[in-house]
């Protein structure tokens, strides 16, 4: 030691003692600043689900139970996740204005603090699917494959342009045009009404982000050949033809005749 404070020289022992105080300080205050980050995050997210509890009870209770475990007027929430909440409250669908054979979408009755409380609250009492994030919701860049998975899919009861049809008993597949991406993502994870459920295994998240391209496709690029006759299909095209072509060709002939005369 005195031969080091002869020379000026540090000793080695101390130049590692000073690096294990300042990885000890820097460790430190990174730990106490990620579990103060960490702390806030939770405690927000508890308020949040604490409200979303309250306007549960409130709104949703009478039919869904005061454990949301369902009743004879609601099925059970246990584990059908944020994105269900989001998609049916989001949409307007819930609450239901009167019984019927399927929820019909119509003005949203709360706002979007209010939707996000109420599927907060829901994620809490069982795994589910989340609500998607904007990111996820705009990856999708192959209109093509997308146009294919939604004609094998969804085309048999949305019809291929995505314009809607009848099912049976009163229900129906509604018109997806212009119709928020989220929700559109969420009713094929939740399997809302009578839709099945299009897990990650059925459909991959990039595939469904490739079929919300391809109704965004459509919802910006109407119809090339003309007049679509409300999009659906054979049916409304057939009775165009039956009933305005061959009346027109029925009324000339008709005409033409009687000029002859």
């Known amino acids: 030691m005195s031969r080091n404070r002869r ?27 990620t579990s103060s980050a960490t702390a806030n995050t939770s405690t927000a997210a508890e308020a949040t689900a604490a409200e ?5 009870l409130a709104n949703c209770a009478s039919c869904h139970g005061i454990a949301a475990v369902g009743t004879t007027d609601g099925p059970n929430l246990v584990g059908v996740g944020a994105a269900a909440v989001d998609f049916q409250v989001g949409t307007g669908r819930m609450p239901m204005a009167a019984s019927g054979p399927q929820a019909e979408a119509k003005p949203v009755q709360f706002t979007a603090e209010q939707i996000e409380a109420l599927a907060a609250y829901v994620a ?3 795994p589910g699917p989340g609500i998607p994030s904007d990111e996820l919701l705009a990856s999708g860049d192959d209109v093509a494959a997308g146009a294919e998975l939604f004609r094998i899919n969804c085309a048999m009861c949305h019809n291929v342009a995505g314009a809607g049809g009848a099912l049976t008993e009163g229900k129906f597949a509604p018109d ?9 993502y969420e009713a094929m994870v939740t399997g809302p009404q009578n839709m099945p459920v299009f897990n990650d295994l059925n459909i991959t998240p990039e595939d469904k982000a490739n079929i919300i391209a ?7 690029n109407p119809s090339p050949g003309g007049l679509d006759l409300g999009g659906l299909g054979p049916v409304s095209e057939g009775l165009f033809v039956w009933i305005f072509a061959l009346g027109a060709i029925v009324g000339v002939t008709v005409w033409l005749t009687s000029k002859a005369n």
């Open 7 to 33: 020379t000026g020289r540090r000793s080695p022992l101390a130049s590692v003692a000073l690096l294990l105080i300042g990885l000890l300080a820097t460790g430190g205050a990174y730990a106490l600043v």
């Open 52 to 56: 979303g509890e309250k306007l549960f």
């Open 176 to 184: 997806l045009k212009n119709v928020d991406p989220a929700h559109v």
């Open 214 to 220: 391809y109704l965004e496709y459509l919802n910006d």
């Open 124 to 126: 809490t009492l069982g």
